[in-house]
């Protein structure tokens, strides 16, 4: 069950599963699928060709010129938080446990009340374009840059590996083509946008993707209520009557075995999103902090809207699909696996032509997060390691964006490669390290930076690397890697998710390292505070 938590929730590799069933529905047999998915393309394509005349600085490449309204914020960031894994997962967590999925739509969506009140009005005040513009505001600009790009980066990487296996299997399941063949498609259209249309294309793409992601969750809901008189009491009692487990559905727990490992993935889920590069890259694509707010607000209500929507299309696929024999294969399960029965309940209200813009719409999801992961990546690499780094700040605008390209192509190469290697692995253990990170790592050196007048480079950057380490070491030791994927007996780490430690060990390093840095540079540190917080206060950024 915990490794089912891991896959549905996290992971993009519920779609390779259905890879390896035949389907009725096989996606590679529907026409309207592949039109919707070569519209979409199209359009797609379209719009980086537009963008690309608007793309010609730093400031339009990175962050679109700060000229995103905040409504259109608030769709892209929905846009780059509800993946695929967000239809398909928690759909079916709900298919299987019931009540006990509803736990992870609420535990995605607490994140974003702690970034409105925490994160968002200091970091579009006091940053420019990326996360490390923020936390090396008062400190030390060399080491806390090349730690934090150091951690994006890491973040980055492992995240574009899930999507990047995920949307390979999709295509190659709606055009049958070859894996290796699926993966370079999808690795050329997301170096496209990002390399020609920049933040601005990738805004486009994300928002495009949200609405569709909306609009289909929405209709499928409202067919799956048509069913039952738009009765919820009516869905619930259908529900427990073809579930398994019937009445037991309604109540909570089962899903987490221990209070620790459950405390874990709720910090890592929560506090994770608030240190997700392309994530908090959005803050700086709007042109103030009033924007910055309202951005959230816009997309808190967005993606509440969408969980609400997926629990409903959940308790719907338990009344609609479990019982339904053309949906499970002859042994008696469900076809593809229980990931799948999002897109088995499009096919059962909607028939062929609403599975197609489904199946299209799942893809598009994918396709939008890898480009806004790769943009993240490229300018952690080009902004903060070569221009702030390497050549100290002293660097043009061309020669910066010249390096971006580059590292746009140099990650589209990387994680073709990574995509195509991790074909067969269970990479659902790298999707749960990528919110541990970002929590462990990014998010207590950003928080603390902001609040804490104590904080130096030293203890930013060795406490930041401890939280790590301690996040990277502790999933390899953990059940789901140590015995799952390397076959040892016995786990040496007994719990499934590192966050409540590694976050421990994260801000503890850093109050402590920089307690104990009484160098004269610390001591400017900490008296650059109060320049910071009048700045930040003004709203004045700086601009490094």
């Known amino acids: 069950m915990k490794r089912f938590l891991l896959t549905s929730i996290l992971a993009i590799d519920a779609l ?259 240190g997700l590069p392309h994530i908090l890259m959005r803050f700086f694509t709007v042109g103030n902090v009033q924007a910055a707010r309202k951005s959230v607000l816009y997309a808190t209500g967005i993606v509440g809207i969408g969980y609400a929507l997926i629990i409903i299309i959940g308790f719907g696929s338990i009344a609609l699909v479990a019982s339904d024999p053309q949906y499970h294969n002859a042994a008696g399960a469900v076809t593809g696996g229980a990931n799948m029965v999002a897109i088995h309940l499009a096919h059962a209200v909607g028939g062929n032509v609403f599975l197609g813009f489904i199946c299209a719409v799942a893809f598009s999801t994918i396709l939008a997060v890898v480009a806004g992961l790769t943009l993240a990546g490229s300018s952690a690499i080009s902004h903060d390691l070569y221009a702030n780094v390497l050549r100290g700040g002293k660097c043009t605008d061309r020669e910066e964006m010249r390096v971006s390209r580059v590292t746009t192509l140099v990650l589209g190469v990387l994680s073709i490669l990574l995509g195509i290697a991790f074909e067969k692995q269970n990479i659902a253990f790298i999707v749960s390290l990528t919110f541990s990170i970002a929590a462990s790592s990014n998010f207590p050196v950003l928080l603390l930076s902001i609040y804490w007048r104590g904080l130096t480079t030293r203890g930013a950057v060795v406490g930041g690397m401890l939280g790590l380490i301690t996040a990277v070491t502790l999933t390899v030791l953990s059940p789901t890697v140590w015995v799952q994927v390397l076959g040892h007996a016995h786990a040496l780490y007994p719990y499934e998710y590192p966050a409540l430690f590694s976050m421990i060990v994260a801000f503890a390093g850093i109050v402590v390292f920089s307690l104990i840095d009484n160098s004269a540079r610390a001591k400017s540190e900490r008296a650059l505070f109060d320049r910071q917080l009048v700045d930040c206060e003004l709203g004045m950024a700086k601009r490094s």
């Open 16 to 274: 390779p599963a259905l890879a390896s069933e035949p389907s009725s529905l096989a996606h590679g047999h529907n026409p309207i699928a592949i039109g919707m998915f070569l519209l979409f393309v199209a359009s797609t394509l379209l719009i980086t060709r537009w963008a690309a005349r608007k793309n010609n600085s730093v400031a339009d490449h990175y962050a679109a010129g700060g000229k995103i309204t905040a409504f259109q914020n608030g769709w892209a960031i929905a846009g780059d938080y509800m993946s695929a894994a967000s239809l398909l997962g928690i759909s079916a967590l709900v298919f299987t446990s019931g009540y006990d999925g509803l736990i992870y739509s609420v535990g995605f969506l607490a994140s974003w009340p702690i970034i409105l009140f925490l994160i968002a009005e200091p970091l579009r005040n006091l940053g420019k374009y990326t996360l490390a513009d923020v936390v090396s505001y008062r400190l030390q600009q060399r080491p806390i840059r090349a730690f934090a790009a150091s951690s994006s980066i890491v973040i980055v990487l492992l995240y574009l590996v899930s999507q990047m296996v995920g949307a390979g299997k999709l295509v190659e399941l709606l055009f049958g083509l070859n894996y290796i063949v699926a993966v370079v498609v999808v690795g050329v259209l997301m170096v496209v946008y990002v390399f020609f249309g920049g933040m601005l294309a990738t805004t486009w793409i994300q928002i495009i993707k949200a609405v569709l992601l909306l609009a289909g969750a929405a209709f499928m809901a409202f067919m799956v209520l048509s069913r039952f008189g738009f009765s919820m009491n009516a869905l619930f009692a259908q529900a427990i009557l073809a579930h398994p487990k019937h009445v037991a559905i309604m109540s909570p727990g089962g899903l987490v075995s221990d209070p620790v490992s459950a405390v874990s993935l709720g910090l890592a889920l929560i506090f994770g999103t608030a």
